[in-house]
């Protein structure tokens, strides 16, 4: 193991650092080091794993700092989160028969509780202009009626608001995160991409989306970056 170590580079600073990261993951020390092995021992032929190990720490390791730089400003933390699931994917493209999307991420590989902790504390409370009943559907969404946001939902949330950074330099208008599960905060976002699936009451309009949340960002980092070492692992 250790001369496995030696042989890739795995040692001192480089080892310590990612050890104190991915040591909550894990159920004991065998089990992370049992990971790290699996991730070195193709290393000569294949660095797929290794780099998608690389990108976990990094990306989520800026997330993480986000708070002591832009203290409040969940959207740089939901950028370098959403570029990391890039990076993941397109390492994932190169070395798999499987066509992966990235908007399947939180449904595929967030375990289960991870999934009902995101819904449990992240609700859709309306939006403006008011929306007609979806002919479809026959439901009725106005600030009145609440819909149940899926898992699928969030994902687009988490992909618009990396837009809003990315193309509107916005990064400081939409809260994601509660301070802990007592406090609910109201957030909104205003675009005309449609967030949740319902029909606009007047086409082309911006529409204002309004959710509440309790969202601790510690609990969703932890949901967050297990299954990105998930999906890290059907590359092994």
């Not at 008011?130 to 439901?139: F, L, P, Q, Y």
């Not at 319902?198 to 509440?212: A, D, L, R």
Request: hydrophobic share 35%; charged share 25%; glycine share 4%.
């Amino acid at each position: 193991m250790n001369v496995l170590f030696d042989e890739v580079g795995f040692t001192h600073e480089y080892r310590s650092e990612y050890e104190e990261f991915y040591r909550p993951y894990f159920n004991s020390e065998e089990e992370l080091t049992a990971f790290f092995v699996s991730v070195f021992e193709r290393d000569s032929i294949d660095k797929t794993p290794r780099r998608m190990m690389n990108q976990i720490q990094r990306f989520v390791s800026l997330a993480n700092d986000i708070d002591s730089i832009r203290a409040g400003r969940d959207p740089l933390r939901v950028l370098f989160l959403r570029i990391c699931l890039e990076s993941l994917y397109s390492l994932s493209k190169q070395n798999s028969a499987k066509k992966h999307r990235i908007k399947d991420f939180f449904k595929e590989y967030i375990s289960e509780a991870g999934q009902q902790y995101i819904l449990n504390h992240f609700t859709f409370r309306g939006l403006e202009p008011i929306c007609e009943i979806d002919a479809k559907s026959g439901m009725l969404y106005n600030c009145k009626s609440r819909y149940s946001l899926s898992i699928d939902d969030f994902s687009m949330i988490f992909y618009i608001i990396r837009g809003m950074v990315v193309h509107e330099g916005d990064y400081w208008s939409m809260q994601l995160f509660g301070s802990d599960d007592n406090y609910t905060s109201l957030v909104f976002m205003s675009t005309d991409k449609q967030i949740v699936d319902c029909h606009q009451s007047t086409k082309g309009t911006p529409i204002s989306y309004f959710f509440e949340t309790t969202l601790s960002y510690k609990k969703f980092i932890y949901y967050y970056v297990d299954g990105c070492i998930q999906f890290l692992k059907t590359h092994i």
